[in-house]
């Protein structure tokens, strides 16, 4: 049998909590008797260390749906998705779009997106160190050149457009929330994630604040995203936005590129 052939099988009888794989058992140093009971062992820990994972990222999804329901979720979704890094924070990256193909959950269409609201939330926590762009950075590019200016995003700030009610559902779910049965599920929203001082934090926003950051998502210069935003929000104010990301350190301090003619 070939290392990959072998690799492969194996993490199929750890994940998958089938049978156990008679050539894979004859492979163990172990009595035969000993076999299926110290790889039963190590197939729990295995499934149990990912599952907690899962937990740990998603708790408003089991919330949602309880816990037996996401118990039952989180272990198919561990046999078909097993990880492909040595990382385990990474580890459920695919978890929503898994979600919106998942039968057993169709009558709850804006549980995927809850779930990709929370590994936001885990991306903002985990993401890379950077220096957030400062009032007075910003105040030093000349008045003629801001047109052009370029901003960026931290890399722990994240943008989601969900045509559910992902914050309201999230926030009913938090210590001191208020009742479900009080979202309107209709309403649609996007949401800003992202982490200062150390802890992640999300708001709404308003549609101008949207179509800003998505353009400088897209690297638009400054003058074509505020067109954007007001085009979505004919008051946007950008004195009022911009002041308000910089004390949240939304923006990243790079080397700001300007445009020119």
């Known amino acids: 049998m070939h290392l990959a052939e072998l690799q492969t099988r194996m993490q199929q009888m750890l994940l998958s909590g089938g049978g156990p794989d008679p050539a894979l058992l004859a492979l163990l140093a172990d009595t035969p008797e000993q076999h299926e009971r110290r790889l039963a062992v190590y197939r729990n820990n295995v499934r149990h260390a990912l599952l907690s994972v899962l937990e740990a990222a998603f708790p408003v999804v089991e919330q949602l749906v309880g816990v037996e329901c ?22 459920g990256v695919d978890f929503p779009g898994f979600l919106t193909e998942f039968r057993p959950l169709v009558e709850l269409p804006w549980l995927a997106d809850i779930a990709r609201l929370e590994w936001a939330r885990n991306e903002a926590l985990f993401a890379a160190e950077a220096e957030p762009l400062t009032p007075d950075q910003l105040a030093s590019i000349p008045a003629d050149k ?5 901003l960026q995003l931290h890399p722990a700030t994240q943008l989601l457009e969900s045509s559910w009610p992902i914050h309201a559902i999230w926030a009913a779910h938090q210590p001191g929330g208020g009742p479900l049965e009080a ?32 353009a400088c998502v897209k690297q638009s210069p400054l003058a074509e995203a505020v067109e ?7 008051a946007f104010d950008l004195r009022i936005v911009l002041a308000r990301w910089l004390n949240e350190d939304v923006l ?10």
């Open 146 to 150: 801001l047109a052009g200016l370029q």
């Open 252 to 261: 990243e301090r790079p080397i700001m590129t300007l445009l020119t003619s």
């Open 228 to 234: 954007a935003a007001i085009q979505q929000e004919p």
């Open 70 to 91: 996401f118990t039952a979720t989180a272990l198919t979704f561990i046999a078909e998705h097993p990880p492909h890094r040595p990382v385990l924070y990474a580890y």
């Open 183 to 214: 979202v309107d599920l209709q309403q649609a929203e996007t949401v800003m994630v992202w982490r200062q001082a150390g802890a992640v934090r999300q708001r709404l926003l308003t549609p101008g604040e949207f179509a800003l950051l998505a």
